[in-house]
T-cell receptor
């Protein structure tokens, strides 16, 4: 079956770095997405990886290893506004997204 | 309107009643989707539409129906609501041009539905 695994909750300190991991099993693969979702709001797109390696976008970076079925989202210089859930989603061979349950990130001062 | 508008924002409904959740987008995106989000679970696709006039079933379509009469509107109907349909419903759209950008979803703000 198709499956996405990511930690349920993580806690980090303002100004620090945090890495949120995601492992996936899909029928075929057409890319890995990360979305951010603040409580009570809609998910918003953060990043997309289809090739192995690191994609950097400001304070956020995303990494993909297709051979390991593994991705991570790296958040640097954490700010209080980064407190949110981070959703990992893999696109299968039919271009359908398979979503993880999300990682709730709590930032402490 | 900017992006995707969903209505109502929130609704409490008696079991057995019919309910339509409305979704309108102004981005001229070809593809539209309905997801439900439940605590502890990932987003689950209910129905989708790749272009006006066509619809398809997602992962959890039972008890729901959709229509796509034009590009902008994609309503979701619960014919006879049941308590297990209590959830937050998100409408989303994407530009199905075939490039990477085609696969990025823009979400509406969500509709919180409680069925008693």
């Amino acid at each position: 079956g198709q499956n996405i695994d990511q930690p349920t909750e993580m806690t980090a300190t303002e100004g620090a770095i945090v890495q949120i991991n995601c492992t996936y099993q899909t029928s075929g693969f057409n890319g890995l997405f990360w979305y951010q979702q603040h409580a009570g709001e809609a998910p918003t797109f953060l990043s997309y990886n289809v090739l192995d390696g690191l994609e950097e976008k400001g304070r956020f970076s995303s990494f993909l290893s297709r051979s390991k079925g593994y991705s991570y989202l790296l958040l640097k210089e954490l700010q209080m506004k980064d407190s949110a859930s981070y959703l990992c989603a893999a696109m299968d061979s039919n271009y359908q997204l398979i979503w993880g349950a999300g990682t709730k990130l709590i930032i402490k001062p | 309107i900017a992006g995707i508008t969903q209505a109502p924002t929130s609704q409490i409904l008696a079991a057995g009643r019919r309910m339509t959740l409305r979704c309108t987008q102004d981005m001229r995106h070809n593809a539209m989707y309905w997801y439900r989000q439940d605590l502890g679970l990932g987003l689950r696709l209910i129905h989708y539409s790749n272009t006006a006039g066509t619809t398809g079933k997602g992962e959890v379509p039972d008890g729901y129906s959709v229509s796509r009469a034009n590009t902008d509107d994609f309503p979701l109907t619960l014919a006879s609501a049941v308590p297990s349909q209590t959830s937050v419903y998100f409408c989303a759209s994407s530009d199905s041009s075939g490039s990477f950008g085609a696969n990025v979803l823009t979400f509406g703000a969500g509709s919180r539905l409680t069925v008693l």
